[in-house]
């Protein structure tokens, strides 16, 4: 089976944090944390539609300006999620810059800002063209732990205690449609871009007994087509099977509590993506600094069942001892596994 999704931290475990995770079959990618971007190709940069902001520490969003730098004069759409407090981090970002020109802009760049409280998620709208001047309606709506929503896959989210409201982030697909080549190849049909408008359709949750044309095309224009009912396609050539989950976790203290909700919010994680600034030696600095180290890690990843673990935001002080994160967190991950009633 070949995921939808495939996510990749954007720098190596001791530089900013982030997470870009790139659509397979899409122009498309969502990104977790805006930190240092410098090592996204601009045509990647310009994927992105959605960013999830965990909270606006200078490594996890000093990246808005080149973000922003990117998408300017373009015809774009972005949507922007963070803590409590992010109107202001984005206003104050835009009113950095002088915008007396933007006015002529041909093309549109709209900024939709989201910020997650516990009970509801406020939304602001901030146009280009209008020198980004907040939109004077706000939007609300209330939170019940999934931020945002398509057909094809939902985004969880839960505040943490980083003394500051931090987002623990769950990207979940909703199902997975798995093309069987053979039944393509029985039926004569191609491989093309039609497969990609067949599985919107059925994450649509389109009528079984509508018309679905399938096409063959050549340099983007169709030379010819064949006609179905989706159900009878859906029948022949695909086969559902669970999506699968990308559990994000950083900038946390290991409390109880924390370690509690990030357990249910990356239950069953596929790939769980999780921060270990510091080692087990020093979980004192780490308690302090609010952070985990890799052996809490390993022991929320036990907890949660994830099963595959990659750790990240090393502090720089252990630049020699990289191999020993990985160590720790595997250790502890194993300990807790090893102990489990069966
Ligand atoms: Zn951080
Ligand atoms: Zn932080």
Redesign the pocket.
């Known amino acids: 089976m070949r995921p939808s999704f495939q996510p990749r931290l954007v720098n190596n475990p001791f530089q900013d944090?982030g997470l870009f995770i790139p659509f397979r079959f899409e122009k498309r990618a969502l990104l977790f944390d805006l930190g240092d971007l410098h090592a996204l190709a601009p045509r990647d940069i310009l994927k992105i539609t959605h960013i999830f902001v965990t909270h606006t520490?200078m490594?996890?969003f000093i990246g808005f300006d080149m973000l922003l730098r990117h998408f300017l004069g373009r015809h774009k759409t972005l949507h922007l999620f963070g803590p409590p407090g992010f109107f202001a981090n984005v206003e104050g970002k835009f009113s950095s810059y002088t915008w007396n020109l933007v006015g002529e802009y041909e093309d549109e760049l709209l900024i939709y800002v989201h910020e997650v409280h516990p009970e509801h998620i406020l939304q602001k709208t901030y146009v280009c063209r209008e020198q980004f001047k907040a939109k004077a309606l706000v939007g609300s709506r209330p939170n019940n732990g999934v931020i945002w929503s398509e057909p094809s896959f939902h985004i969880k989210a839960e505040l943490l205690d980083h003394r500051t409201p931090c987002l623990g982030l769950c990207l979940v697909e909703n199902f997975y449609v798995n093309i069987i080549k053979g039944a393509l190849d029985e039926l004569g049909l191609p491989v093309g871009p039609w497969l990609n408008r067949f599985k919107q359709a059925i994450y649509e949750k389109k009528d079984p007994g509508s018309d679905f044309n399938v096409t063959w095309e050549q340099d983007g224009v169709v030379i010819k087509e064949r006609h179905y009912k989706l159900g009878y396609l859906l029948d022949k050539i695909a086969k559902i099977s669970p999506g699968k989950r990308i559990g994000y976790i950083?900038?946390v203290i290991g409390t109880e509590e924390n370690c509690n909700k990030i357990v249910s919010l990356v239950k069953d994680a596929d790939a769980l993506f999780i921060e270990a600034a510091f080692l087990d030696k020093d979980r004192e600095i780490a308690q302090k600094k609010f952070h985990l180290t890799a052996r809490q890690a390993g022991l929320i990843a036990a907890q949660a069942r994830a099963r595959y673990l990659k750790l990240f935001?090393f502090s720089p002080r252990y630049a020699e001892e990289e191999e020993v994160f990985e160590k720790e967190a595997l250790e502890a991950y194993e300990q807790y596994r090893d102990h489990l009633p069966n």
């Open positions: 944090p520490h490594d996890h950083t900038d935001h």
